[in-house]
């Protein structure tokens, strides 16, 4: 599929460049007027985190300028790296090498081709079915009953969340969407655009206004007024990008809403596991950011959310 | 107690040049290789580096996860019946690794892999030592060989730097031939130092500790 480069894909693209030239106009900013050593600290990891931005960016906008192939190469990837990340911190033994080598060298390559070729029936049901089937089948042949039920299920946690889930955002490419024919790359950008903002502001919020906490014991960062404050406000750009999807202003609004809290939702959880194993990152590839992991948690949860909301009511 | 002149490695061909530069991205693509300096900073000082060992790519991901700098005047000590073979894995450890081989099967081998250890301290080398001698089950570490109590005693100068190679028995555990590509990492330790009198079990208790408190189990 070849993206149409349209009039409102470069007004999504612009407006992208522009809060990324505000986000480093903030920071060289702040980092002038900073004065203590702990706000200096903030302020570093701000900066660090806008330069990332800046580099995902360009790397998302080059993949997507290729077609679908591109998008489904740059997801592949991260899935892969993704699920590195979560295996690394999830203790297995040794008898589920053999499944592990499956998981990264068979599973992820499978489900990515039933994203290039458009192969819905068996994309929707490869890793929840057979995957999921075959992980404790390959592990108990290795003959090690220690841990076996917390070792699988481990195992499959990390095929959903970082293959499967993550498969969804390149899966709306294949998605026919009459009177919308050959723009789904807007799609694409309008459901990382919404997540990623979302996330953004909810950051924004909490270092600006955030005083209560909403559930200190999994993620002391996560507070009432930044999560409401950036959720309300990414919805509200949700809602203003309407004209570049097939939705109407209102269901654009409610669509956004959803996949809002899901990545609220995907962030927690994903901080659950982190907090559990005593570690702050899944890895340090992203500057600021932490792993991919780290920044992918929240579209783990709302891609497939999104990918099924446009699936039932506008094909 | 003599000091070594400054390590110069051997002239590479080009092909070995390009060779260990591919060699060190392909094993950061496949063990992660990530290296935490938490009780020594990197310095081109002469050193001995020692590790647990539980994976073939033990040697090469601490290797990899030197600065380069350091990585040219430092040399891996690997088993010969492993290492030395004809074909791709003897070029690598000859040519990219500069490895000191060593022969740990005959009851003479174990004289003889002390006296190539001296000759290689002698020519100013660091050396990366695994002292188990064979690899573990990657879990636990065990009884360390006197080799690192000889090395620490012929030159009692030198910083002995524990090194903790985390998750490469997962990687490449023993018996598989194919990688599972997780994240593997390096953590450097604060340096050991043979104190005067100090006994072998002593100092091999000592630093087998070293390694346990970088994230080892005893």
Not at chain 1, 63 to 75: D, M, R, Y
Not at chain 1, 230 to 247: E, H, K, N, Q, R
Request: proline residues 6%; aromatic residues 10%.
């Amino acid at each position: 599929m070849n993206v149409l480069w349209d009039q409102q894909i470069i007004a999504l693209l612009s407006g992208i460049v522009g809060l990324l030239l505000l986000g480093s106009a903030v920071g060289l900013v702040l980092d002038r007027s900073v004065q203590t050593d702990s706000g200096r600290l903030v302020v570093a990891n701000l900066n660090a985190r806008v330069r990332a931005w800046w580099v995902m960016t360009a790397v998302f906008v080059a993949a997507l300028a290729t077609g679908g192939i591109g998008s489904v190469i740059l997801f592949g990837l991260t899935s892969f790296i993704a699920l590195r990340e979560f295996i690394t911190l999830t203790p297995t033994h040794r008898a589920d090498h053999r499944t592990l080598f499956w998981a990264f060298f068979v599973f992820v390559p499978i489900q990515y081709y039933l994203v290039a070729t458009h192969w819905y029936g068996l994309f929707v049901i490869f890793i929840p079915v057979y995957a999921f089937l075959f992980v404790p089948v390959r592990s108990v042949l290795a003959g090690d009953t220690q841990d076996f039920l917390a070792r699988t299920a481990k195992i499959q946690w990390g095929l959903m969340v970082a293959v499967y889930c993550v498969s969804h955002a390149p899966a709306l490419l294949m998605l026919q969407i009459p009177g919308y024919e050959g723009e789904n790359a807007k799609l694409l950008l309008y459901l990382i655009v919404v997540v990623q903002l979302s996330d953004v502001l909810q950051y924004v919020f909490g270092k600006t206004l955030g005083r209560h906490k909403i559930v200190p014991k999994v993620s002391p960062n996560k507070t009432w007024e930044g999560t409401v404050g950036g959720i309300a406000a990414a919805t509200l750009v949700g809602a203003l990008l309407w004209w570049a999807t097939p939705f109407s202003p209102w269901e654009a609004a409610g669509i956004a809403l959803i996949v809002n809290l899901a990545g609220f939702a995907g962030g927690l959880c994903m901080s659950a596991i982190k907090r559990d194993r005593g570690i702050k990152d899944f890895g340090t590839l992203i500057e600021g950011h932490g792993g991919v992991m780290d920044r992918i948690d929240s579209l783990c949860f709302a891609a497939p959310l999104f990918f099924h909301m446009v699936r039932y009511s506008y094909t | 107690m003599n000091e070594a002149p400054v390590y110069s490695p051997p002239p590479r061909h080009w092909t070995a040049a390009f060779g260990a530069g591919l060699l060190v991205t392909l094993t950061r693509l496949v063990a992660g290789a990530q290296a935490r300096w938490v009780g020594a900073a990197p310095a081109s000082t002469q050193r001995v580096y020692f590790a647990n060992h539980s994976s073939h790519l033990d040697a090469l991901v601490l290797w990899a996860a030197l600065p380069p700098g350091l990585r040219a005047c430092t040399r891996p000590v690997a088993a010969g019946d492993y290492w030395d073979r004809p074909g791709l894995r003897g070029w690598i450890a000859r040519n990219l690794l500069n490895a000191v081989l060593v022969d740990r099967s005959s009851a003479r081998g174990g004289r003889e892999a002390l006296t190539r250890l001296s000759e290689a301290l002698a020519e100013g080398a660091s050396l990366i030592l695994f002292p188990e001698g064979t690899r573990g089950d990657g879990i636990t570490i065990g009884e360390l060989k006197p080799g690192l109590y000889f090395v620490a005693k012929e030159r009692p100068d030198l910083e002995v730097v524990p090194v903790y190679l985390q998750n490469l028995c997962r990687i490449l555990p023993k018996g598989e031939i194919l990688p599972v590509p997780l994240l593997g990492s390096s953590t450097f330790g604060p340096p050991i130092r043979l104190d005067p009198g100090e006994g072998r079990r002593a100092f091999l208790d000592r630093a087998r500790n070293a390694l346990i408190a970088l994230g080892g189990q005893p």
